[in-house]
């Protein structure tokens, strides 16, 4: 069975940082995509980043530059560094797994991912 569980989050103000964590169990964690996604209130979730086994990223537009998605494959452990921090960062953050081999690309698209965690929620102030 597939778990997937987020850790890091909190809250600080504008221009902090945070790291966000999730850990994967029940998987070939190898052999799928991960990716972050958000979702703040009243808003539909919306992809973040995703990176794939050999380290491939992509990101939202909204978070070139500032965030920076990584992996751990001997830990099964994904990451989202988190920098430059604002106000419409604030959200639930989810980590969700998919299957590789349906992709040349790790898709950002909520659809698209089978597994997902509880999230975890990051809050930025003013």
């Known amino acids: 069975q597939v778990q997937l569980v987020e850790s890091g989050g909190g809250s600080v103000q504008s221009g902090g940082s945070l790291r966000l964590s999730c850990a994967a169990s029940g998987m070939t964690y190898s052999i799928y995509c991960m990716g972050w996604f958000r979702q703040a209130p009243g808003k539909e979730r919306e992809g973040v980043a995703a990176i794939d086994s050999d380290g491939n990223t992509i990101y939202a537009d909204s978070v070139k530059g500032r965030f920076t998605i990584s992996r751990d494959n001997a830990k099964n452990t994904l990451y989202l560094q988190m920098t430059s921090l604002k106000p419409e960062d604030t959200a639930m953050y989810y980590c969700?797994?998919?299957?590789?081999?349906?992709?040349?690309?790790?898709?950002?698209?909520?659809?698209?991912?089978?597994?997902w965690g509880q999230g975890t929620q990051v809050t930025v102030s003013a």
């Open positions: 969700a797994a998919t299957y590789s081999g349906f992709y040349s690309t790790c898709p950002l698209i909520m659809n698209d991912y089978n597994y």
